[in-house]
C-alpha cells in the first residue's frame, strides 16, 4: 500500500518501513498522524478532495532534530577584493513509516 502525505509543504510517497527525512517537526509524542492526499492499494485508488477522511498514516519519530549537510554561500564581486563566505545547515527529523490504513 503506498500513500502520498504532505508536511512542511512537501509531499512524500510513502510505504510502510520507509523512512523519510522531513523538515524539522516541533511533536510532544514519538508517534505522528497524518492525513493522507491519495492512497494506492493494489488496482485501487482514492484521492482525497484534499485529503482522504478515513485513512491515517502513522509515523515514528527515529530521529528528532539531525543536522542536514552544509550549504556553502559565496558572494564574490569582481575587481572590489570583497568576498564574503557563509554557511547553513537546514534541521531536519528523520521519520519512519509505521502503518497505512483505510477505513
Known amino acids: 500500500m503506498i500513500a502520498v502525505i504532505e508536511t512542511g509543504s512537501k509531499q512524500y ?14 511533536a510532544d509524542k514519538d508517534v505522528i498522524e497524518f492525513q493522507p492526499l491519495l492512497v494506492i492499494d493494489g488496482d485501487k485508488i482514492q484521492v482525497g478532495k484534499p485529503t482522504i477522511e478515513n485513512a491515517t498514516v502513522k509515523a515514528k519519530i527515529v530521529e528528532a532534530d539531525v543536522k542536514g549537510d552544509k550549504v556553502k554561500i559565496l558572494k564574490y564581486k569582481a575587481k572590489k577584493r570583497q568576498k564574503t563566505l557563509t554557511g547553513h545547515r537546514q534541521r531536519k527529523t528523520i521519520l519512519e513509516i509505521t502503518e497505512i ?3
Open 13 to 26: 510517497m510513502v510505504e510502510k518501513g520507509h523512512k523519510i527525512e522531513t523538515e524539522l517537526l516541533h
Open 101 to 103: 490504513k483505510t477505513k
